[in-house]
């Protein structure tokens, strides 16, 4: 990892604006992604899919936070919801002191939300325990296959952990955003995309939304490797259109994506031709929840999209076929 510079331990890795939802309503989001020490199962084996811990640095001590708090606040506008990362567990002590976290919440005094992350082991009673009313918390589960979950995304916790914790906010009435992971590793996509609308099912349970995150190939990673290789492509758009399409019928909580990558060979992608159309169908329905707006795209890359997942099934692989194919198919 490299050398981080006092300066970027006083510094939000990042800090943009975008737009989000409270109560169904349309609202402006201040984002900013704090430096910490970085996520306690990084640094001992790591999701698969994950690089977000390039950016974390054990060296951060409590003054570098309040520094990047105090940078932070001056470019809050007054966005009603507010989204703090951390690259990890905003609820690890070892990561965002509990004198500190406290501070860092009341630092944004006229939002109506403040969204951060957890692990599940860090959603306690404790932790909970006068924690700011207009927190939200967002828990990567990724899947509700505790097989794919162990040893897919080798995440480290189980679907009856994450289950426990979400119980736990739902009883405090602290709203609960759940990540799902559209095509771990070493899935077919016709297997990734069942996966998803099953687990959107059991995460609605406990959910006020849902945000499917197709896989973005970070570098460094087991699914970097297998990306180089030839031994995973990110998923189709087709794909996450129809992960959209059927998980709207199996759950009541709002169901949302905003990819990282889309449109790039290391994202969520189809073809140059259609790509910009369908995210930005994706956008729309994330707001809107319409399944009109879903319906009625065509392009030619669909019918590879199917034969790239009869083709996977009748050879029993989720390697990328279209890299080891000597002919490349052409579809009008």
Not at 13 to 29: L, M, P
Not at 75 to 92: A, H, I
């Amino acid at each position: 990892m490299a050398r981080t510079s006092t300066e970027d331990l006083k510094s939000p890795v990042s800090i943009w604006r975008e737009q989000d939802v409270i109560d169904g309503r349309k609202v402006d989001a201040f984002v900013a992604i704090l430096r910490t020490r970085g996520c306690w199962w990084s640094w001992q084996k790591g999701c698969t899919m994950c690089g977000y811990n390039a950016a974390s640095s054990r060296a951060v001590t409590p003054e570098h936070l309040r520094a990047q708090l105090q940078k932070a606040v001056q470019r809050y506008q007054g966005e009603p919801m507010v989204k703090l990362y951390t690259s990890g567990s905003f609820l690890d002590p070892e990561e965002v002191p509990l004198a500190l976290r406290a501070e860092i919440l009341s630092s944004f005094g006229t939002a109506e939300r403040v969204l951060f992350e957890s692990r599940p082991e860090f959603i306690t009673s404790t932790n909970l325990d006068g924690i700011d009313p207009r927190s939200a918390v967002a828990i990567g589960l990724e899947t509700a296959n505790g097989e794919y979950l162990r040893r897919c995304v080798r995440k480290g916790f189980t679907v009856s952990d994450y289950a426990k914790a979400a119980e736990m906010l739902l009883e405090r009435k602290i709203p609960l955003r759940t990540y799902l992971l559209l095509k771990p590793p070493y899935l077919s996509e016709r297997a990734a995309v069942e996966d998803a609308i099953a687990s959107i099912g059991f995460a609605g349970r406990f959910s006020e939304s849902v945000s499917i995150n197709p896989v973005n190939v970070q570098r460094d990673t087991v699914v970097d490797a297998l990306w180089r290789r030839g031994n995973y492509r990110p998923p189709w758009l087709w794909s996450l259109v129809e992960v959209l399409r059927q998980g709207k019928t199996v759950t009541s909580a709002r169901i949302m994506s905003s990819p990282s990558g889309g449109g790039t060979p290391r994202g969520v992608h189809n073809c140059d031709r259609c790509d910009r159309k369908i995210l930005d169908a994706v956008l729309r329905f994330s707001f809107d929840q319409d399944l009109d707006g879903l319906e009625g795209m065509e392009c030619g890359c669909r019918q590879e999209w199917t034969a790239v997942m009869d083709l996977q099934d009748a050879m029993g692989t989720a390697v990328d076929v279209a890299r080891y194919l000597s002919d490349e198919l052409e579809f009008e």
